[in-house]
Antibody, heavy 120, light 106 residues
């Protein structure tokens, strides 16, 4: 069965950096676009970024552009999100997600999420 | 950026039909998706590409998208359908989520 397991979240100081990872299993990882989506405590869902199946195309939300970098290692079935210059507005649960094929950027499988806390 | 607007809350009686709307500029020209999220859980896809149901999602869930509004309809609403529902669409530049609608079954 499809499994997505995020790791790397934690407490970071404002201006700091964090690298999230997502290990995928149960499906041909290299064939799927993947996304990161976040949810601040008590708030709604916010799309962060997506990456094409071969990693050649990435798109970012305006709120993270220039600070976050999404990448993938298809040989290791792993997705990454490098987050720099973190601020209070970045505190959230970050979900790794698999996209439905066909270009709509819908997401059919979600990880359990990893919590990022930004505080001094 | 592309914005999607949902009502903050919708109430429905058990067994009745719940309708949740999602509005956005020319939304009917894009594909709309819907997600259900229960407290403390990850979201679950219930409708994608306007009206397609993933495997495992009950037939009670249906979707429609035209003009500037997408609609999620839940027929024969059950207590277990109580949750937050989010719409989502992609406009070739960005992926957008609606603010979410809390569905209360009372």
């Amino acid at each position: 069965q499809v499994q997505l397991v995020e790791s790397g979240g934690g407490l970071v100081k404002p201006g700091g950096s964090l690298r999230l990872s997502c290990e995928a299993s149960g499906f041909p990882f290299r064939d799927y676009y993947m996304s990161w989506i976040r949810q601040a405590p008590g708030k709604g869902l916010e799309w962060v970024a997506y990456i094409s199946s071969d990693g050649s195309v990435t798109k970012y939300a305006e709120s993270v552009k220039g600070r976050f970098t999404m990448s993938r290692d298809n040989a290791k079935n792993t997705l990454f999100l490098q987050m720099n210059s973190l601020g209070a507005e970045d505190a959230a649960v970050y979900y790794c997600a698999r996209e439905v094929t066909g270009g709509s950027h819908s997401v059919d499988y979600w990880g359990q999420g990893t919590l990022v806390t930004v505080s001094s | 950026s592309y914005e999607l607007t949902q009502p903050p809350s919708v109430s429905v009686s058990p067994g009745q039909t719940a309708t949740i709307t999602c509005s956005g500029d020319k939304l009917g020209d894009k594909f709309a998706s819907w997600y259900r999220q229960k407290p403390g859980q990850s979201p679950v896809l219930v409708i994608y590409k306007d009206n397609k149901r993933p495997s495992g999602i009950a037939e009670r869930f249906s979707g429609f998208n035209s003009g500037s509004t997408a609609t999620l309809t839940i027929s024969g609403t059950q207590a277990t359908d109580e949750a937050d529902y989010y719409c989502q669409a992609w406009d070739t530049i960005t992926v957008a989520f609606g603010g979410g609608t809390k569905l209360t079954v009372l």
